[in-house]
């Protein structure tokens, strides 16, 4: 693509939803065009065009055969991302799609071989890529700060789920939402970026309890294994007395690292080592516009959706990972 013909792009934006006004303010703030928000709730789509510009619809077609929109953000629930994906590839537009990549890793194989059969460009939005507190994570452990690496842990804490601020229905079913999925990804997704320090994920364990027949799950406790021998622990847990949280722990025989609440990076002992508030979807929407070789991929995505689905399949048993 030409970086100078993408400079500044012109967006559709299917889904007019919390994610969906974040990505219309990055889109605005980049100088980016938004020419249409499409939503089922019409309502919805309009509220967001009257701010933000563009033309409201709940027709996605209308979206998908204007010829000048060149990229499209799938925002929508996870069940509907390989069909609206599919649908804009063929149209031969750009895709960024909200993670994960989809409802299953078979889904997420068919938007594999859609993106490649188009040759646009695609992304998911899996945004620690560009967040300097994991960078700088990275930076320590490639400099030997911790040490051999002992364990690493993964802990979630969830007052209210859904959160306060995102009451919709989805989020807490079993076969759309849940925590694991719509945060626990993101940590699924960053331990594979950190395979040079702590090997690839090669199988997991996990004991689940759910919220109801259908609901999602509301503890989660687990392992998961690599091929370097290190194990990380899950321990997720929703409805409890304590304060949401979101932590990475990497513990080394010389030091230890905790990144938390997205950006927040602290030693051991609680020094700060780095706390750059940023918006990383600005940075991702900007490398995708120059077709850097840093966005994250279909293929990326599908590495944590196995990883999440294991999670859920295993009941206590091993199970191993593709």
Same mark, same amino acid.
């Given at each position: 693509?030409?970086?100078?013909?993408?400079?500044?792009?012109?967006?559709?934006?299917?889904? %007019?939803?919390?994610?969906?006004?974040?990505?219309?303010?990055?889109?605005?703030?980049?100088?980016?065009?938004?020419?249409?928000?499409?939503?089922?709730?019409? #309502?919805?789509?309009?509220?967001?065009?009257?701010?933000?510009?563009?033309?409201?619809?709940? =027709?996605? =077609?209308?979206?998908?055969?204007? %010829?000048?929109?060149?990229?499209?953000?799938?925002?929508?629930?996870?069940?509907?991302?390989?069909?609206?994906?599919?649908?804009?590839?063929?149209?031969? @537009?750009?895709?960024?799609?909200?993670? +994960?990549?989809?409802? *299953?890793?078979? =889904?997420?194989?068919?938007?594999?071989?859609? %993106?490649? @059969?188009? /040759?646009?460009?695609?992304?998911?939005?899996? +945004?620690?890529?560009?967040?300097? /507190?994991?960078?700088?994570?990275?930076?320590?452990? %490639?400099?030997?700060?911790?040490?051999?690496?002992?364990?690493?842990?993964?802990?979630?804490?969830?007052?209210?789920?859904?959160?306060?601020?995102?009451?919709?229905?989805?989020?807490? *079913?079993?076969?759309?939402?849940?925590?694991?999925?719509?945060? !626990?990804?993101?940590?699924?997704?960053?331990?594979?970026? $950190?395979?040079?320090?702590?090997?690839? +994920?090669?199988?997991?364990?996990?004991?689940?309890?759910?919220?109801?027949?259908? !609901?999602?799950?509301? #503890?989660?406790?687990?392992?998961?294994?690599?091929?370097?021998?290190?194990?990380?622990?899950?321990?997720?847990?929703?409805?409890?007395?304590?304060?949401?949280?979101?932590?990475?722990?990497?513990? /080394?025989?010389?030091?230890?690292?905790?990144?938390?609440?997205?950006? $927040?990076?602290?030693?051991?002992?609680?020094?700060?080592?780095?706390?750059?508030?940023?918006?990383?979807?600005? @940075?991702?929407?900007?490398?995708? @516009?120059?077709?850097?070789?840093?966005?994250?991929?279909?293929?990326?995505?599908?590495?944590?959706?196995?990883?999440?689905? *294991?999670?859920?399949?295993?009941?206590?048993?091993?199970?191993?990972?593709?």
């Amino acid at each position: 693509m030409d970086t100078e013909v993408n400079r500044f792009m012109k967006f559709g934006i299917v889904g %007019a939803g919390v994610i969906g006004r974040r990505f219309a303010n990055v889109f605005s703030a980049t100088g980016d065009e938004i020419l249409w928000i499409c939503d089922l709730d019409l #309502s919805k789509a309009e509220k967001l065009s009257e701010e933000f510009g563009g033309k409201a619809t709940d =027709d996605l =077609d209308e979206l998908l055969n204007d %010829a000048e929109v060149q990229t499209v953000y799938v925002g929508v629930v996870p069940k509907f991302h390989k069909e609206i994906t599919i649908r804009v590839l063929e149209k031969l @537009k750009n895709v960024i799609c909200e993670k +994960p990549i989809a409802l *299953s890793s078979e =889904d997420g194989e068919e938007m594999i071989v859609a %993106a490649r @059969k188009s /040759g646009k460009l695609t992304a998911i939005n899996l +945004p620690f890529r560009y967040t300097t /507190g994991i960078k700088k994570m990275q930076e320590l452990l %490639a400099s030997n700060f911790v040490g051999k690496i002992r364990r690493i842990e993964l802990r979630f804490r969830f007052p209210d789920w859904p959160r306060k601020w995102q009451q919709v229905d989805w989020l807490g *079913s079993r076969e759309q939402g849940g925590p694991l999925r719509e945060v !626990g990804t993101h940590f699924f997704f960053l331990l594979n970026e $950190l395979e040079e320090f702590i090997g690839r +994920p090669t199988r997991v364990l996990s004991l689940n309890e759910y919220s109801g027949k259908d !609901g999602c799950e509301s #503890s989660s406790v687990g392992m998961i294994e690599f091929d370097s021998g290190l194990v990380c622990s899950i321990d997720l847990l929703t409805g409890s007395s304590e304060d949401e949280e979101n932590t990475i722990r990497i513990l /080394g025989e010389k030091e230890g690292l905790a990144f938390k609440q997205w950006y $927040l990076l602290e030693d051991l002992n609680g020094n700060v080592l780095c706390d750059t508030r940023e918006s990383s979807e600005r @940075k991702m929407v900007e490398a995708f @516009k120059v077709s850097s070789d840093t966005l994250v991929t279909f293929d990326d995505a599908l590495r944590a959706q196995r990883i999440l689905e *294991s999670i859920h399949k295993s009941n206590g048993k091993w199970i191993e990972l593709e």
